[in-house]
């Protein structure tokens, strides 16, 4: 009976500690800095490489069929809608860090981290690994359709 108990408790543990590292996982509505307005849906999913990446399931603002001029490489004029902005990340204790976010605007890539407050999800981009030179932006989650 013990046995059973515990391993009730374990599973139930595990399952919490899952739940909690994939909430981050889903649909995300960006907002403009300075109008407020909601410009984007970013979709945030585990690749099968273990890593997270993030990319624009949905434009909301602005013609649907923007290019990303600014960007470089493979990425120049490559379309915003299914553009992956967010790659390369890594779930480290309930947040995400180590790999890149691109910033269509400017085409240029940011160190990244991201992280849920009060049901919010906190994207900061950097200049540096540190996060020292960098901005937070805050995005809403996404309503379902």
Not at 36 to 45: A, L, M
Not at 98 to 114: A, E, M, Q, S
């Amino acid at each position: 009976m013990m046995k059973h108990i515990f391993s009730f408790f374990l599973l139930t543990a595990v399952a919490i500690v899952s739940t909690a590292q994939n909430s981050i996982v889903g649909d995300w509505m960006t907002v403009d800095d300075a109008t407020g307005d909601n410009y984007s849906i970013v979709r945030i999913y585990q690749g099968s490489d273990g890593l997270y990446y993030g990319k624009v399931a949905k434009i909301l603002m602005g013609p649907q069929d923007a290019v990303c001029v600014k960007c470089e490489g493979d990425d120049h004029n490559k379309p915003l809608q299914d553009l992956v902005i967010i790659r390369s990340m890594r779930m480290e204790k309930g947040e995400l860090r180590g790999g890149k976010v691109l910033d269509p605007n400017n085409g240029k890539f940011y160190y990244g981290k991201i992280y849920l407050k009060n049901g919010k999800l906190v994207l900061r981009g950097s200049l540096d690994r540190a996060g020292i030179l960098g901005r937070n932006q805050t995005w809403l989650p996404a309503p379902n359709k």
